[in-house]
Antibody, heavy 117, light 113 residues
């Protein structure tokens, strides 16, 4: 079964860092461009970051620049999103999604990040 | 950034009746390659989003043909010909023509009257 599985979420304190993972099964991520999209509780969808299959290009939404890092380890079939200096407003479900040229045809189930003191 | 707007934001529907959601973009979504990258997603409660329509009018695999997308330039519409109970959820239009950033509409909540 082709799927993306996110992990790494949890309850963390403001100012700390977290690394989220997006692992693939049933498909080889090394040939896939991947997005991260987040959704704050009760809110809409917000695109966060994008990485090309070879990590040759990375893009971020303006609020994410400077605190978010996107990377990948194709040998582990995994894409990562590191978030530094976490803020309360980063509380959200974080989804990874595969780009197929029309944004995303395959999404993971999401991982919940709660930033709270 | 391209701003996406949707109307209505809440849509109570009657089973078996048609439904329609409008989406507008702040600038034309026609790409320099001639394609228009306007997509529709549905998110059911507690689930991940699922794409229903890509490039204005192409249905994703497994999407019932009661769903159709249309439009051009800055005005787009998602139509459900006959609403079924499983169609409830929040529908988002989003553009992937002018990026970064990729931008979503605010969502339209569809529920049964």
């Amino acid at each position: 079964q082709v799927q993306l599985v996110e992990s790494g979420g949890g309850v963390v304190q403001p100012g700390t860092s977290l690394r989220l993972s997006c692992a693939a099964s049933g498909l080889t991520l090394s040939s896939q461009n991947i997005h991260w999209v987040r959704q704050a509780p009760g809110k809409g969808l917000e695109w966060v970051a994008f990485i090309y299959y070879d990590a040759g290009d990375k893009q971020f939404t303006d609020p994410a620049k400077g605190r978010f890092t996107i990377s990948r380890d194709n040998s582990k079939n995994t894409v990562y999103l590191q978030v530094d200096s976490l803020r309360v407003e980063d509380t959200a479900v974080y989804y990874c999604a595969r780009d197929d040229g029309s944004f995303a045809d395959l999404w993971g189930q999401g991982t919940l990040v709660i930033v709270s003191s | 950034d391209v701003v996406m707007t949707q109307s209505p934001l809440s849509l109570p529907v009657t089973l078996g009746q048609p439904a329609s959601i409008s989406c507008r973009s702040s600038q034309s979504l026609v790409h320099s390659n001639g394609n228009t990258y306007l997509n529709w997603f549905r998110q059911k409660p507690g689930q991940s989003p699922r794409r229903l329509i890509y490039r204005v009018s192409y249905r994703d695999s497994g999407v019932p043909d009661r769903f159709s997308g249309s439009g051009s330039g800055t005005n787009f519409t998602l139509k459900i010909s006959r609403v079924e109970a499983e169609d409830v959820g929040v529908y988002y239009c989003m553009q992937s023509t002018h990026w970064p950033p990729f931008t979503f509409g605010p969502g339209t909540k569809v529920d049964i009257k």
